[in-house]
């Protein structure tokens, strides 16, 4: 017999917000092209989703998780929620028709995946995009009818990964135009964890919501109820998520891919705070001379410990994140002599380095270079 996939788990947290778009989508006052920003993992997918299916529900009290629009749209099945996502390029895929079967395929076989798999870990290291086939499909569907009702909803999850040089100047017109004036009955809700990446002529289209993280205690007591993790690890996973239950969910895994950024990124730091060039150099050569969108989330856990130094600095112990690594934080804070205006200019640093890892960049340049202004920006003057 097989089993029914797991049902995702109630969305959490944001109330106010919900209540919010709620009444807004109850009078259709909500603009058809938003936004929907915030940090990683912090759900902005998942509000993606709850607004379409609210929208779409049957019921007077909407969703009511109970009609047939919110059983289909629960399993990711509603033939009027379009979810796009960063997918990595097709291999062996040699014309713009066969990108666009394949991409659509593994489409296909990811929301199988997240179906089977409701609780994931945010983030991995694939290198991936939102090509000119996905766009192109999405410019197709949307001035197709609905297939239930008067509207369809299409999430474009992970925007800043739309790549710009992929498409030609008309498919990026194409979906300019359809963000500002969409097809009737057609809907787009984007979402983004870093939306200074975005096109200003798409953020221009759009209003704007930002998804603020949850508290720590809502998500380790998420933690504990929907894996069974216990207390002490769900709130361990929950302070180093900051509030994201996508990434808590990967610091649950103590071999997984945060686990392994966590180290590496400690192993960078180490490297540009300790006066041994010949140490940054090395770090960056074990990097490969390929694939720079992988290191995103090595940047932003880079950008955490290098924030825990700013409070070590000061001592506010309380607020670093990797207390279990307190104490080389504040030595090493105390041997630089750090003071906040240099802590804001290396996190700035490698927030440069992070958009620049959204281009065609070699990852070894790259790191180097970070670890290079690091090692000037941290280490005081002689």
Not at 56 to 70: E, G, I, K, V, Y
Not at 210 to 228: D, I, N, S, T
Request: aromatic share 4%; proline share 8%; charged share 25%.
């Amino acid at each position: 017999m097989i089993r029914p996939p797991p049902p995702p788990p109630a969305f959490r947290g944001h109330r106010a917000l919900r209540a919010s778009l709620h009444r807004a989508l109850s009078r259709g006052t909500l603009p058809a092209t938003v936004l929907v920003h915030g940090m990683p993992g912090c759900g902005k997918q998942s509000l993606a989703l709850w607004m379409a299916r609210t929208a779409l529900c049957a019921a007077d009290t909407r969703p009511c998780d109970h009609c047939n629009s919110c059983r289909l749209a629960l399993r990711l099945e509603h033939p009027d929620i379009h979810w796009y996502f960063p997918l990595p390029r097709p291999k062996r895929a040699s014309t713009p028709g066969k990108r666009a079967e394949a991409l659509e395929e593994a489409r296909h076989d990811r929301l199988a995946e997240f179906r089977r798999q409701p609780l994931r870990p945010e983030g991995d290291t694939d290198v991936k995009g939102i090509y000119l086939a996905a766009v192109l499909s999405i410019r197709a569907r949307a001035h197709k009818r609905p297939a239930m009702g008067s509207q369809q909803f299409f999430i474009i999850g992970d925007a800043e990964y739309l790549v710009p040089q992929e498409a030609s100047p008309e498919a990026a017109n194409a979906l300019l135009k359809l963000l500002e004036e969409p097809p009737d009955g057609s809907r787009f809700i984007l979402t983004s964890g870093r939306p200074g990446s975005l096109l200003d002529t798409i953020r221009s289209r759009t209003l704007p919501l930002h998804l603020p993280p949850l508290p720590v205690e809502e998500v380790a007591a998420f933690l504990e109820e929907e894996c069974g993790a216990d207390p002490a690890t769900a709130a361990e996973a929950a302070t180093r998520s900051q509030g994201s239950i996508g990434t808590a969910l990967g610091h649950l895994d103590g071999e997984g891919v945060h686990a392994a950024e966590r180290a590496r990124s400690l192993e960078l730091l180490r490297a540009a705070v300790e006066g041994k060039r010949a140490d940054a150099y090395r770090a960056a050569l074990a990097f490969g001379p390929g694939g720079a969108r992988g290191l995103l989330g090595l940047f932003a856990a880079l950008q955490l410990w290098i924030r825990d130094l700013g409070a070590a600095a000061l001592g506010r112990d309380d607020r670093v994140v990797n207390a279990d690594e307190l104490r080389f934080l504040k030595q090493t804070a105390r041997r630089l002599q750090l003071t906040p205006d240099r802590v804001a200019t290396a996190v700035d640093r490698v927030e440069a380095a992070r958009m620049l890892a959204l281009g065609n960049v070699n990852p070894q340049l790259l790191i180097s270079g970070v670890l290079l202004e690091l090692e000037e920006t941290l280490t005081p003057a002689a």
